[in-house]
């Protein structure tokens, strides 16, 4: 028994440091782009506030002659950048899974709940709200910010009827605590 707490705590802290690398992989300090909302110059990130555990991903696209394409490039990086952030996340979440799996019963996680987790996954990202742009007055550059609250990853997990059940309920027990360890990672 000891053996498999020394596997789940050795898991564990590697998960720490995926999300601490995952979570240091924002922009480094301010960007200096004097003008620019607070939100571009942090770039993505997690944020834990009294609105809840948040993803904040960053895009920019250059001047272009087409302000649609421009905005819409802008919002696909954006998305993307929550998109990242999120796989990270969910990679996370399931590799202390199947840690915390590893003996007994549940030792075999077959490939069918990989495949539940990505589909989850790409319907959370269906739900990535764009908050606002801010276009750059110097370079003609389009700056987007995207949101995705977990607590819609969290309600899509608890109400996937074909999800493994063991992960779902490791999930709904673990993801707030795990979000929180990735928040605090962030420089």
């Given at each position: ?12 802290a590697l998960s ?164 929180e360890s990735m ?5």
């Amino acid at each position: 028994m000891k053996s498999v707490r020394y596997v789940v705590s050795f898991g564990l802290a590697l998960s720490m440091l995926a999300l601490t690398a995952c979570a240091s992989h924002q922009l480094d300090g301010d960007l200096g782009i004097k003008g620019a909302p607070d939100w571009v110059n942090k770039g993505t990130q997690v944020v834990d506030d009294k609105s809840g555990h948040l993803i904040h991903g960053v895009g920019m696209a250059p001047a272009m002659p087409d302000l649609s394409l421009q905005t819409s490039t802008a919002d696909d990086r954006a998305r993307a950048e929550v998109a990242r952030v999120l796989n990270s996340f969910m990679h996370v979440v399931s590799q202390n899974y199947s840690a915390a799996a590893g003996s007994g019963p549940n030792q075999q996680i077959d490939q069918s709940t990989s495949r539940q987790i990505q589909s989850l996954t790409d319907q959370n990202l269906s739900g990535v709200r764009i908050l606002t742009h801010w276009p750059n007055p110097k370079d003609g550059s389009l700056w987007a910010i995207a949101q995705l609250d977990i607590d819609q990853v969290k309600a899509s997990v608890a109400n996937a009827k074909d999800m493994n059940a063991g992960f779902r309920d490791y999930f709904s027990a673990n993801a707030d605590n795990i979000f929180e360890s990735m928040n605090k990672g962030a420089p």
